[in-house]
C-alpha cells in the first residue's frame, strides 16, 4: 500500500493513467491496447471495438492497473487488498444492459440471453402460434425460446432507434408517451394469433403494460409474457440508477396480481435458480431481486490508510 500511496500522490499525475475496478468487481471493466504503446480501458468489450482497440483481458475486482508516459508499453498491475477480490459482477448486466455483442468475464452476453429464452420455455412452458421479443435485449431470450419451443419467433416489433430506455424517463406520462413513440407492430403478423412476449425484465411496469395494450389493439388473441429477469424487488445502490422500492412494481405486486394489472393470460418470471444455473455460477451480485447484496449500506473501503 505504500508504494500505490507514492504512486497516486507523488509527481506529475497528468502524465499517468490509472484505471481502478470495485472491490467485488459488481461493475465490469476490461483492458484494450491501440497499439505496444496505448492502453484503453472501458466498462465492456464493444466498445475496444469503436476505437480500434485490441482485447487484452477483464480488469480484476480490486485490482488498479498503473502506466504513465515515461515507460511507453509497460503496465503495472496492484492489487489493493487481496482478500477483498472476489468476483461479484453484476447479473442484471447479462441480461439488460451490456450490449449483446459484448463478452463479459470471459461469458458471451447474446450466448447468456438466448440461453435465458430456452430456460424459461422448460420452466414456464405455453401453447402459442408465434414468439416475439422485445428490442433490443429481449430478442435473442425470444429466438431461444423458439428454438427450444419449436414455436416460430417473428421480428414484428419495429423499434424507434432514437428513443432511449423508458425506466428512467422522469415522469409517468412521459414515460408512457415514450413507449408510444418506441414500439410499432406488424400487425399481420400477429392479429388473431396466440403471442408469446419475451421482455428482458419488468421494472415499473410502463412499458409492458402499453405493450400489452399495443398488441391487444393490433387484434391478438392471446398474450403470454415472459420475463427472462427474475422480479425486480429491489433498487441498485451499486452504480445504476434504478427506482426507489416504491416504483417497482413487482416489489409491490405479487405475480398473478401482475398478470391482472397487464391484462395477459399468463405471466412467467424466469427464477434466480435458473439465473444463475445460466450464468454458471452464484458468484454475482443478484441484490436487485433478492436484496441481498455483496457490500452492506453505507459500507466504506479506506485505499490509504
Known sequence: MKRLRELFRGGNDAN???AFRDFNGIRPLVLGAIDEKSYVVASESVALDAVGAQYVRDILPGEIVYTNENEPGKLHSYMADEEKGKQRICSFEYIYFARPDSSLENINVYEIREKSGEKIWHQAPVEADV???VPDSGVPAAIGFARASGI???PVL???RYIGRSFIVPTQEMRERVVNLKLNPIISEIKDKRVVIIDDSIVRGTTSKRLVKILKDAGVKEIHFRSVSPPIIAPCYLGIDTPSKDDLISANMTTTELRDYLGVDSLEFLSVEN?????G???HCF???TEEY???KGEEVELFN
Open 16 to 18: 499517468k493513467f490509472f
Open 131 to 133: 414468439v416475439i421479443g
Open 152 to 154: 416460430p419467433f417473428r
Open 158 to 160: 419495429i423499434k424507434n
Open 275 to 279: 439465473l444463475k444455473e445460466i450464468l
Open 281 to 283: 455460477s452464484a458468484n
Open 287 to 289: 441484490g436487485c431481486f
Open 294 to 296: 455483496p457490500v452492506g
